[in-house]
């Protein structure tokens, strides 16, 4: 069979025709029931809508705050560099990676200064607490902000 536009079948249901008597089945209330909010015209309300009652999301308290365009920043504090990268002269976020100090070296790297330095360290990282960076130029270390 050749399919051409002479014999093509519309695949979108027809229209309900609502409120034309009895033997169509969709007379009288035009199949919204009896009565009531939802039977009217404009009765389909808002979400939310609590029929004019204080809605709930205003009955409750709010409380702090969410910036959405705060970063995320890993935390590496000097005890951990210490611990963990001795044997390494570059620190960088792949090599905190690599030590197990963030989770994720695609997230930017900040250095605080709980712990002592006592080797240079040439650090590269995204920002660094004023404490920590004393602290390894103290050392004779470098610190580099990507």
């Not at 050749?2 to 969709?26: A, D, F, M, Q, Y």
């Not at 044997?87 to 976020?93: A, G, Q």
């Amino acid at each position: 069979m050749i399919i051409g536009l002479h014999n093509l079948i519309s695949i979108c249901s027809k229209r309900k025709r609502v409120g034309r008597g009895e033997g169509s089945g969709l007379g009288k209330t035009s199949g919204r029931g009896h009565k009531g909010q939802k039977a009217r015209k404009s009765g389909n309300v808002r979400l939310g809508f609590e029929g004019g009652q204080n809605p709930l999301i205003r009955r409750v308290p709010k409380r702090g705050f969410f910036n959405r365009f705060s970063e995320k920043l890993n935390i590496v504090n000097l005890a951990q560099i210490e611990k963990y990268c001795s044997s390494v002269e570059i620190i960088t976020p792949m090599e905190l990676y690599f030590a197990g100090l963030i989770r994720d070296p695609k997230t930017k790297v900040k250095i605080l200064g709980r712990g002592n330095v006592l080797k240079s360290y040439n650090i590269h990282v995204h920002a660094i607490s004023c404490s920590a960076k004393e602290k390894i130029i103290n050392a004779n270390g470098k610190v580099q902000i990507i």
